[in-house]
């Protein structure tokens, strides 16, 4: 028995460690909050209670922390390593005695500190929760309450398997001794804000009371707004009043989400065997972020890439395994099909139609609906890209569920609102086979039953996932910078749309993209696809694709892009072996060694998961085919050349560089390339590339060049078409794309996708190379028109102009 426990306890040890199995959030509590074990630890808990003391006590040993139940000692006084915060309800009184117990022992703490000016205790607050289930908007008591004796015996026996200990970060008494001082109110102080930041923390792990639906649906009919759209279809339809109010209450049925947790935990017991069937692994990153977001109160928008139609359960079980409430998730009307559109509902899914256009009861249900969710506080996710990426690049944001999110804080939000964008990232995307025939040209397939089972049969070794949390968006921030009076818009009713939004919101989309971007996630394949799609064979020997992915990890970990996104911790050749497990490539043996390669298929599907990180390499690739082309050039002339090109880059692959870093960013990229032996640079700043590594240099660069080709074309079509608008110039530009790929066998499905060139046309007017007219700035299309040209190949010129000639021939 270890000193400090009782009797009781310790007779509580055995049957506990048979029905518990408890989950700690963060799984690493030493590294994520930085716990200095060589200082005192003392734990809070915010009720008296043995059973989540031992609970608590296998976790932490566990963890490699100390036993609560090993006094600490101090200066030659004994201190107990654990203490209770606030009273609770038992069977026969009130444990009335806890906070005065509390304060008593901060109080000898904090003298302690007065004394000895190197001691720094630390208390870690945690707590115990046994079951996540929210209550409802019914209960008359609170879901929060703390339970007595017989209450917790009920809940180990219920919830022994489902139990959660969530640890803290740590609070230093030597800081609040230094800040604040060490007299008792700094101790009541302390106890006050514990309790508030465990009834915090239970609500971050439960969520909000559910609503019950019906209830929810006639709140939402007595809104004015609903009121007045209902009125304004029944006078446009010519029908009664009766009639309108059915159709929108139908309306209601076909968008509302039935949450249920019974159906979360079902989901998560049959998710936990479906990622271990398919996933070998899944790595998460950044969760602490946004865990200490919901329990600050924070109304929490996730905005995801959208890769995989797993990607809606992929983040909701990363949630809840990280402690956090399962978001309401906006799904396309598409997916409610039987059986799944049930179960998706009742998993936190409400449904979207494509389009709400001309449906004015529709819209205002909807904004209505998604008001609801944030007043009530429940977590939202959508995809702003609309859709899922068929390239595997991000695609444009739709800019309506943003600004529905905007209209609601006009609503007059009583607590902040944050979107986080979150990276989703796979080593196998089960749809991209498809994805390749719809680029071809296939209808896409509508999901039914029938898909889910035939996908279902395709379940393999998926590899790895990822999912990272990306730099959150505080949109009361944000809109302070932005729009200073926005406050004088607040509108309860929530009718009116200030004429700020559309613009607003248009930026935001674009930086919502650009934190996605910056929390990607690099891994084997991606890494190997990246080398060996920018060879032109698509094959390498072994050592040359383990030389080239080395060659990444080292401009990713030492010229950096980002603080959010991520690097496999393991080597190269570790990267190469993976990859070559999951059996994409074809690899060939002669007496020199292997050689491994892509066929014709897996070339085109392999672009998918380059485009994932393409945006990582832009910079660097192109100062590698900079010096490819011309062999030395001035730093100077290098960072010029970088920053003409750069804005298209930017826009195209949403990149996060402001144009006042770019330039340092360039050099850092330089000095990178130069310490892994593939130039020099002199002591005037100039640089050179190195014959005996020119491979590497040469792979490098090629992962950007089929995106110059394309701005090739657009910029040398605009001066000998000047009378052709966007749409033709769009189209004449995705023409001669195609041809030049087929001509020089480019695969890739974005080489001529109209969306690029219509990006790039943006871009364009943006530098002001077009005006609002369409009529070109011709000195300076041209001069970045040579500059693209000298930085292709002979070959490639020679077709761009060719098509151009034919191109300016046809009527």
Known sequence: MSSGQSLPSALLKLPLSMMVKGTTIPSNPIEDHGIDLNKPIV???????????????????????????????????SFRRYVFISSRQTVMSNDHNVPNESIALFSELLEQHKYDNKLDVQVIPTSVLWGRKPGKESQKTSYLQALNGPEKAIAVLKYGRDCLVRISPVVSLRYMADSHGTDVSIAHKLARVARIHFSRQKLAASGPNLPNREALFARLMRSKAIIKAIEDTAKAKNISLEKARKEAHSIMD??????????????????????????????????????????????????????SHMDYLLLSYVLYHEGMVPPHIAAGINLNFFPAGPIFRRGGAFFIRRSFKG??????????????????????EYFSEGGRSRTGRLLQAKTGMLAMTIQAMLRGLNRPVTLVPVYIGYEHVMEVSTYAKELRGKRKEKENAGLVLKTIRKLRNFGQGYVNFGEPIQLNHYLNEQVPEWTQDIDPVGSAKPQWINPIVNILANKVMTHINDAAATNALTLCATALLASRQRAL???????????????????????????????????????????????????????????????????????????????????????????????????????????????????????????????????????????????????????????????????????????????????????????????????????????????????????????????????????????????????????????????????????????????
């Open 43 to 77: 734990y809070a808990l915010p009720y008296r209670s043995s059973v989540d003391l031992l609970t608590l006590q296998a976790q932490v040993i566990q963890l490699g922390l100390p036993d609560l139940f090993t006094p600490i000692e101090i200066n030659g006084k």
């Open 254 to 307: 076909e968008i509302a989400s039935d949450f249920s947790y019974s159906m979360i935990k079902k989901g998560e017991r049959l998710l936990s065997w479906l990622w271990n069937r398919i996933y070998q692994d899944l790595n998460i990153n950044n969760a602490s972020v946004v865990r200490k977001l919901a329990q600050d109160g924070h109304e929490i928008v996730y905005v995801p890439c959208h890769r």
């Open 359 to 380: 449906n004015k009861l529709y819209s205002t249900i909807f904004r209505e609906y998604l008001a609801e969710l944030f007043s009530k506080g429940y977590s939202v």
């Open 541 to 811: 020997s072994r050592d040359s694709l383990i030389k080239q992915v080395d060659c990444y990890l080292a401009l990713l970990k030492n010229a950096p892009y980002s603080s959010t996104f991520t690097v496999p911790s393991e080597s190269a050749e570790e990267l190469v072996c993976h990859a070559e497990s999951l059996d994409k490539f074809v690899i060939d043996s002669d007496s020199m060694g292997d050689v491994v390669s892509l066929d014709r298929n897996q070339s085109i599907l392999m672009t998918y998961y380059r485009n994932n990180i393409i945006h990582l390499f832009a910079i660097p690739s192109l100062i590698a085919q900079i010096l490819i082309r011309h062999q030395k050039l001035s730093l100077k002339k290098i960072k010029t050349n970088v920053a003409l090109i750069y804005p298209f880059l930017k826009q195209e692959l949403f990149l996060s560089i402001e144009d006042d870093k770019l330039g340092e960013f360039t050099e850092s990229t330089i000095e990178e390339i130069a310490r892994l032996g593939l130039i020099t640079v002199d002591g005037r700043h100039n640089v050179a590339i190195r014959q005996d590594n020119i491979q590497m240099l040469m792979l490098l660069g090629r992962t950007i060049t089929e995106t110059l080709q394309r701005y090739a074309i657009t910029l040398n079509l605009l001066p000998t078409s000047p009378n052709l608008n966007k749409g033709d110039l769009e189209q004449k530009s995705q023409e001669i794309a195609q041809r030049l790929g087929r001509l020089h066998g480019i695969n890739a499905p974005e080489f001529f996708d109209k969306g690029v060139f219509s990006s790039m046309l943006t871009t364009l007017k943006q530098q002001d190379y077009l005006d609002n007219d369409g009529s070109c700035d011709q000195e300076r299309s041209q001069a970045l028109a040579d500059l693209l040209y000298s930085l292709l190949s002979p070959e490639v010129c020679l077709t761009i102009k060719e098509s151009i000639c034919q191109a300016s021939e046809t009527p």
